[in-house]
Every structure is written in C-alpha cells, then in structure tokens.
C-alpha cells in the first residue's frame, strides 16, 4: 500500500487490488534458517558477592505468522505456497520438526509452563492426547450364537 507523509501523519492509499507476494525458492532456505535456532541458550550471570551462576533461556519460538511478517506476507499465502510448491511444503515440515524439537526441550527443561507446552503442541503441532476419541472409533459388533 503506497504511503505518502503529511505534516502531521503518514496517509496510506488502499490499492484496488492485494498485491499478494510471489513465491521464489530462496523461501525455503529462509524458512528452514529462521526456525533453526538453538532452544535456549545459557549466559553466565555475576552476582553481588562475586559467585556466578548459569542462567537458562528460552528461545522464542519460531512460528509461521512470525516468518509471514518477516517477509511480507500471510500465514494464508504461505498455506497456498505449500498446496502448491513441493520445495516449499518440505521446507516447512522440515520447519515444524524444528519447532517441535525447540517446544519439547524447553519443555522438557522447565522452561516453558507445561499448559503452555500441552496447548500449543496440540494446535501448532497437530499432537493429539493418547486417548482413543469414541466417537472416531469403528462400531464394535456382538454376534451370538446358539
């Protein structure tokens, strides 16, 4: 959206038309190297009487709408580019593997709450509980016999 400087403020001019941003293979590579982080790094912290300790950090985890913003777009338009673009939807599984490990060791650590970690593996993730859901399950027959 063109945007023009006034005086007091920035007056943008809507476009008839959503430019949408084109997809270019060099977005898997930036893909894969924006969700390839360390989980969490350790920084040694000097206190006052002189001992140090290691204090523990998470990273923030890497999500699709943060990538999205990065570049210049939408998680919508990068749902389009996976259904579409066989380098792209691998790059992102590949992706959702990194996001997955950076979420199970922090969980794992102490470092994120565990509803937190429950919560957004089940809708970051697609991780189900292991509970069999009966609604999904097949009917079971009885048959007897005299």
Not at 7 to 15: M, T
Not at 31 to 57: C, N, Q, W, Y
Not at 66 to 86: D, R, Y
Request: with cysteine; charged share 25%; net charge positive.
């Amino acid at each position: 959206m063109p945007c023009k400087k006034t005086n007091s403020s920035l007056s943008c001019i809507k476009s008839s038309k959503a430019v949408t941003l084109r997809y270019q293979p060099e977005f898997c590579d930036k893909l894969l190297a924006f969700f390839d982080v360390p989980p969490f790094h350790i920084t040694e912290v000097t206190k006052r009487d002189g001992s140090v300790s290691m204090v523990e950090t998470a990273a923030e985890l890497p999500t699709f709408a943060a990538f999205a913003k990065q570049i210049g777009t939408t998680c919508e338009v990068l749902k389009m580019w996976e259904n579409k673009h066989a380098a792209f939807r691998e790059a992102a599984q590949k992706a959702r593997d990194l996001q997955s490990n950076i979420l199970i060791q922090n969980s794992l650590r102490g470092n994120y709450s565990a509803s937190f970690a429950v919560f957004t593996a089940k809708n970051l993730l697609g991780w189900k509980d292991g509970k069999e859901d009966l609604a999904v399950s097949p009917p079971i027959c009885v048959r007897w016999e005299e």
